[in-house]
Nanobody
Framework: QVQLVESGGGLVQAGGSLRLSCASS????????LGWYRQAPGNQRELVAA???????NYADSVKDRFIISRNLAKNTVYLQMNSLKPEETGVYYC????????WGQGTQVTVSS
């Protein structure tokens, strides 16, 4: 059973930064897909950022130039550096990984106060 464990969430003021981590129990070297999603209260889960198996990042338009997704293959960990956070980016952030089938982490709460 693959486990994805997120950490790094918390309470931050608008304009602040947080760095999320997602540690995988399985090697991410040959992963099909790896990304971060956000779910705000009452909303559907939406893609924030993803990184391909070749290491190419992709971002939602709303976070471009502020968020950075990266990975450490030796640690099987993906990161999301979030800068200049906005109150509307409050929500639970989930890590998603796919090796044929899809796995989700338990989520980490991010609260951005105005």
């Amino acid at each position: 059973q693959v486990q994805l464990v997120e950490s790094g969430g918390g309470l931050v003021q608008a304009g602040g930064s947080l760095r999320l981590s997602c540690a995988s129990s399985k090697s991410i070297l040959s992963i099909d897909a790896l990304g971060w999603y956000r779910q705000a209260p009452g909303n559907q889960r939406e893609l924030v950022a993803a990184i391909t198996s070749e290491g190419t990042p992709n971002y939602a338009d709303s976070v471009k130039d502020r968020f950075i997704i990266s990975r450490n293959l030796a640690k099987n960990t993906v990161y999301l550096q979030m800068n200049s956070l906005k109150p509307e980016e409050t929500g639970v952030y989930y890590c998603r990984a796919e090796w044929g089938r899809t796995y989700w982490g338990q989520g980490t709460q991010v609260t951005v106060s105005s």
